[in-house]
């Protein structure tokens, strides 16, 4: 039996993710993928937003998405413009890019981390016990792990194995994706009626036409519970949905992809069962108004990896992968809020479209335009550390400092995925001696305003601690009060010698 110290099932964004995070923090990790290549036949996420830039910013590896995507304003609340122009961040955008492209990029960067991929194989099942989790194959075979996360889309195998409960709301609209040839010449562009939203664009070179249709009616019986969709859509629903929205299918043929999407709404209602934990789709579903499903999902993995990677050492307690659910949960229940109100909005009957006008002027307003972006961009997340300044459990600018080694971009510092003290005071002030070999110590110097999206300026502190996910754990007022056990609580105790002395060797 092949062992692994961590197994993904699923090797879509959010799998790919978390075995790069992995990888990054020399963890023996796997993935389980049924399909036998990355290649998709169509894709349903079409961009990232500016925070997910971010983490990949992080990573050193931002680069090669925004070289094949199109950097542009994201289209907003319910397609209600929501600039970002003017946030402090170096990606104040969107980044226009299919999700085939985006799983492409992930997979290369995993191949050199070298991250064995078994692809072809599903994970149908598994066991726990208190040292490990057995996990059972399609076709025969097993693996085994000391965690298991499913990474495994919205019908998840192990969230249901787990008896994870996934509470929410069924579908009030179901509609079609495809990517299809016409002979007809169609409007393009976007329609709103009171099914909902509807569109029709030129891709590959306007050779083929990508269709995205409201159905006359809710696909009540395509359930999450069910472990196939128990319907799946035929070239006969893509055509009576068109005729009844447009008059006329168009002449639609070759439909190289055809899939169904509802606006079913659920989440998770625990993001870990013992030795097993759930990430992107098979945690939280909801409607893909806004585009953010992809982004949380590739944002649970970076919380989730370094937290994995020191448990699975024996750095830390396995108490500190209960705060990736107290941290994650919150934030995929706001976004579900969020697009249930968008979906609602979307519909264009002539109360709905009133209802948008006045969303479109508040928008238009600075406060309600910085709030709902920061939302939607996830530059305002903030994960709730205690109380203190207004930096402590937020992301961590991207700031030019000047270090012992020259100009540095605070990200650069983050790209092996370690946690750093960033000291901007008095050089050499904080100790962090014990932690040496966790935690990185860079003293630097930074001259310039400190702001945070939605609260402007703000007071810029002495030192910061910075987890391998980008957020704020300690935020230093020019002593070392409370540093200790900050980095107690996230990076593990110090570790003690036989003679008593704290040492600096990771355990």
């Known amino acids: 039996m092949t062992k692994h110290a961590v197994v993904i099932a699923g090797g879509g964004p959010t799998g790919l993710m978390l075995a790069g995070e992995l990888a990054l923090a020399r963890v023996d990790v796997a993935i389980v993928e049924r399909r036998a290549s990355q290649d998709l036949a169509g894709s349903r996420a079409g961009g990232l937003h500016s925070r997910t830039i971010e983490v990949l910013d992080q990573r050193g590896i931002a680069e090669r998405f925004l070289a094949q995507g199109q950097a542009m304003q994201v289209g907003g609340f319910a397609m209600i413009p929501l600039d970002i122009s003017d946030f402090p961040t170096r990606h104040n955008y969107g980044l226009a890019l299919r999700q085939e492209r985006i799983e492409r990029i992930l997979a290369t960067w995993v191949d050199e981390l070298a991250v064995p991929v078994h692809r072809g194989r599903e994970v149908t099942g598994f066991a726990q016990d208190d040292t490990g989790v057995e996990v059972e194959l399609a076709g025969g075979g097993s693996l085994r792990a000391k965690y298991l996360v499913g990474c495994d889309g919205g019908r998840s195998v192990i969230r ?112 870990r069962a013992r030795r097993v934990l759930l990430a992107g789709d098979a945690a939280h579903v909801h409607s893909p108004a806004g585009g953010q499903g992809l982004n949380l999902g590739v944002q649970d993995a970076v919380n989730l990896g370094w937290k994995l990677a020191q448990v699975v050492k024996g750095t830390s307690p396995e108490s500190l992968l209960d705060t990736y659910h107290a941290e994650r949960h919150p934030i995929a229940a706001r976004v579900l809020r969020s697009t249930m109100a968008q979906t609602a909005l979307n519909r264009g009957d002539d109360r709905m479209e009133a209802l948008r006008e006045t969303m479109s002027e508040l928008l238009k307003m600075d406060g309600p335009r910085k709030r709902h972006a920061g939302m939607m961009s996830g530059l305002d997340i903030r994960y709730d550390l205690g109380t203190g300044h207004p930096q402590l459990g937020r992301r961590m600018p991207d700031l030019d400092v000047v270090t012992a080694d020259g100009p540095r971009r605070v990200f650069t510092l983050l790209h092996e995925a370690r946690p750093v003290l960033l000291s901007l005071g008095e050089p050499g002030a904080l100790d962090v001696a014990p932690w040496a070999a966790r935690v990185r110590r860079v003293d630097a110097r930074y001259a310039g305003p400190w702001e945070l999206p939605a609260l402007g300026t703000v007071a810029a502190p002495a030192a910061v601690l910075i987890r391998p996910d980008g957020h704020v754990a300690w935020v230093g007022d020019g002593t070392d009060h409370g540093l200790l056990d900050a980095l107690t609580a996230w990076f593990g105790p110090p570790t003690i010698d036989r003679e008593g002395a704290i040492s600096a060797q990771s355990p």
């Open 160 to 271: 249901k194995r787990a008896g994870i409960e996934f509470p929410g709301w069924d579908p009030s609209t179901s509609a079609l994706i495809a990517e299809v040839e016409m002979t007809g010449e169609p409007e393009w562009g976007i329609r709103r009626d009171e099914r909902g939203v509807h569109g029709l664009g030129k891709i590959e070179g306007g050779k083929r036409v990508r269709v995205v249709t409201s159905e006359a009616r809710v696909r009540k019986g395509d359930q999450l519970e069910e472990p196939e969709p128990p319907n799946p859509p035929t070239l006969g629903d893509l055509r009576a949905a068109l005729v009844s929205v447009y008059g006329t299918d168009f002449g639609v043929h070759n439909v190289t992809w055809l899939s169904r999407f509802t606006d079913a709404t659920r989440q998770a209602a625990s993001y």
